[in-house]
Every structure is written in structure tokens, then in C-alpha cells.
């Protein structure tokens, strides 16, 4: 019985360690974050999209719950503005459902991709590079 008690004061010591390790990690993250300039944070994601190892998604589509949460708001020839389109697993889906869509993707590799894949099923779609900040939408 006393070994039991042992174990479990030392698990819940470990894992009172652990969550305070990860708030200090997570405190640790914002500050640097805090310490960059917006245009360092905007190189920095440019980077992570560019190189990031991403299956081709862009043909799956969205996913069920998301089907049914836009279902519940997005209507027949609402249009849409895809912030962050990438290679367009979710920009597709309502293009092919006959939204008009603009598109807007930081990541100049992944919108060569989005261009490709929409000139290959035979769409023409707005797609504008930049970030959401920067860009002039008409």
C-alpha cells in the first residue's frame, strides 16, 4: 500500500514538473515572438511554408467537420476570401461548388502550386501574394 502511495506522489510530482517546464517553454516562445518585428515573423512564416515537408493536399478537400461548419454559414454564391489559401485544400472545394473565391498566400511556391492545380481543372481563380496586411484586395 505504502508503495502505491509512493508511486503515485512521485507521478503527480513528475507531472506537476512537466506542465510547469511547458509554461515556462510557452512563455519562453511568446517572448521571443514579442522580440520580432512583424517583418521578421513575416520571413519567418515565408520560410516555414516554403520549406516545410507537406504531403500534396491540395486534392483532399475538406474535411468532414469543416463541411459542416461552413455548411451552416456559407450559402449558394456567397463569396469567399481564403486568407492563407496555400496550396488550396480548402480554396478548391468552393471554387468547384461556384463561390467566387479570392485567394491570399504569402508563399510564392505554394501559390505556383494552387495555379497549377486550378489551370489543370480549369478554373480561373483571384489569387493574390502577399499577407493579409499588406495586400490591396479589390
Known sequence: MAGGFARRA???LVFGLAR???KVSQ???YFAGGTLRLADLQGMSRWYWRTVDEDDNS????EPWELKTYGQVV????GLLIVGCGTGRDLIPFVE???RVVGVEPCAERLATLRRTLRERGHSVELVEGFIEDVHLS
Open 27 to 29: 512563455g519562453l516562445l
Open 59 to 62: 486534392l483532399q478537400g475538406l
Open 97 to 99: 461548388a461556384g463561390h
Open 10 to 12: 512521485f507521478a503527480m
Open 75 to 78: 450559402r449558394a454564391r456567397d
Open 20 to 22: 510547469l517546464v511547458y
